[in-house]
């Protein structure tokens, strides 16, 4: 089909304060590559610096607030003391390619696997997963919810001095 079908798909579009080149994102997804120890490695900023290209943004997936948070290691690790400066040269390069840069943000929460943390899961409830974890995890308390709060608060900080132009919050399969 001729492009002029989708004369919306491909004009600009204002999302909140962020100007979009057309209406097209590359949405979050799992690459199971691409760090070490929470830092992007070339293959990595070669990878979206391609998948970047024609899209008006583009979506890295799931940045762990926390240490417990993490699903897998190989995922940017927004608690690191140089997360920003490690994880700037990928916002870089979607910027370069002419995307806007965001960063999904998350914990795992009760889907959060020992294997992975070292750690059980937390959760605001002791209910277990019903697939793939089998571990029950630790219910919350108030204190532990505000901390985990103010680490999606540092997070998000984090991901704008680090030159992402918007944040996703991963909210979804069992996830805080």
């Known amino acids: 089909m001729p492009t002029s079908s989708y004369r919306r798909l491909f004009s600009e579009w204002r999302l909140g304060p962020i100007e979009l080149r057309n209406r097209i994102v590359l949405s979050a ?25 024609g899209v008006a943004m583009a979506t890295v997936a799931f940045g762990a607030v926390a240490p417990e ?14 997360a920003a400066a ?10 370069a390619a ?16 020992p294997k992975v943390t070292g750690a059980n899961p937390v959760a605001p ?10 571990v029950a995890p630790h219910e919350l308390s108030t204190a532990e919810t505000r ?3 103010a680490a ?21 399969h069992g996830y805080l």
């Open 29 to 53: 997804m799992t690459t199971g590559f691409g760090y070490d120890a929470g830092a992007p490695d070339d293959d990595l900023l070669a990878y979206f610096a391609a998948r970047s290209r």
């Open 86 to 95: 490690v994880l700037a040269p990928l916002a870089a390069a979607i910027d």
């Open 152 to 172: 999606f608060i540092h997070s998000a900080g984090v991901a704008a001095e680090a030159g992402f132009g918007a944040v996703e919050i991963h909210g979804a």
């Open 69 to 82: 948070g993490r699903v897998e290691q190989k995922i940017p690790w927004m608690w690191r003391p140089d």
């Open 98 to 113: 002419g995307a806007v840069a965001c960063l999904q943000l998350g914990h795992g929460g009760r889907q959060v696997s």
């Open 125 to 134: 409830s002791p209910l277990p997963p019903e697939v793939h974890v089998a």
């Open 147 to 149: 901390e985990l709060v």
